[in-house]
């Protein structure tokens, strides 16, 4: 996993507003799914970018088939898709960069693309990889940090928080 500063990924999880989920799913069961529902909890705006969706909705946001079709304006573009696939992305999100005001290339878990985030610095965007908005900002807002995931590790014991049976201790 690629190192990032936690205030570089703060500063960008603060200032972002628009995100374009490129390979955002309908299907409840998929990470995309969650990670759309619990960003538009947040208060993030999200057009989500799917060909085969073009039109419906997804989470009561319209979907469009390419970032061209996002009336914008646009913060970050999230992939959601293969490592191979990223490059495309980027160069269709630099053809777009100044009528949406692109300021992030994100790239969720998995996705890693040294070409993409060579593209994407060299047109003046940040570039985070292989990491995940809805986890860094659980992480950050303390909402999963009882899990281990500020150690950076995460297991299966109860903290210490809780006594037997998951139950809250009281003092």
């Avoid at 619990?38 to 060909?51: A, C, E, F, R």
């Avoid at 304006?73 to 630099?94: H, K, Q, T, Y």
Wanted: net charge positive.
């Amino acid at each position: 996993m690629p190192a990032y500063p936690d205030e570089l990924i703060k500063r960008i999880l603060r200032t972002t507003k628009t995100i374009a989920m490129v390979g955002a799913s309908g299907n409840e069961m998929r990470p995309s799914y969650f990670a759309m529902k619990y960003l538009l909890d947040k208060g993030y705006l999200i057009d989500p970018i799917n060909p085969g969706m073009a039109g419906k909705e997804i989470l009561g946001r319209k979907v469009y088939a390419n970032l061209a079709e996002v009336p914008g304006p646009i913060d970050m573009v999230d992939i959601f898709r293969s490592s191979d696939a990223a490059p495309g992305i980027v160069r269709e999100a630099l053809k777009e960069k100044d009528r949406l005001g692109l300021k992030t290339i994100w790239m969720q878990l998995g996705v890693v693309s040294e070409e993409a985030e060579k593209l994407a610095r060299e047109a003046g965007l940040e570039v985070i990889m292989d990491r995940c908005p809805k986890i860094e900002h659980g992480r950050f807002s303390g909402e999963i940090g009882w899990m281990g995931v500020n150690r950076r590790v995460i297991d299966n014991r109860k903290p210490a928080l809780f006594g037997k049976g998951g139950t809250l201790k009281r003092n």
